[in-house]
């Protein structure tokens, strides 16, 4: 395509090959199996207000609701990975060998994950 001066539009290009990989993405988006379910996602939606026939875009949400959870375990299991390296480190001199190590997420790891993404987490009284 040609601009009102005749030089070549580099910009119509660049829209075109970002519509075709959104299209793919819409396509590759329906055949996707979020681990939230879309009724769940629908709910929720519904709840807070949002109307949507489209599901499509209730798939999209499930997806990044997905990758929003993700992060933050992931966020939370370094550092419960940190916390228990730490305390490793000072009981190392009595271990034999090396161990498959299994983590357990606590408070204790979650609240500093959440703090990262502003959402503050309080230990409830009775299990103080």
Excluded: W
């Amino acid at each position: 395509m040609m601009n009102r001066m005749g030089s070549p539009s580099v910009g119509m290009e660049e829209d075109n090959g970002a519509g075709h990989a959104l299209s793919d993405f819409l396509l590759q988006l329906e055949n996707y199996n979020p681990s939230i379910p879309d009724s769940v996602v629908a709910y929720y939606l519904n709840a807070s207000g949002f109307e949507s026939q489209d599901p499509r875009l209730i798939r999209l949400i499930a997806l990044a609701s997905q990758k929003f959870l993700s992060d933050i375990a992931n966020d939370a299991l370094q550092h419960c990975k940190m916390r228990t390296s730490s305390q490793m480190a000072q009981s190392s001199k009595n271990q034999k060998g090396p161990k498959e190590k299994k983590y357990v997420m606590t408070m204790e790891d979650l609240v500093p994950a959440l703090q990262e993404y502003g959402i503050t987490a309080k230990k409830p009284h009775y299990f103080v």
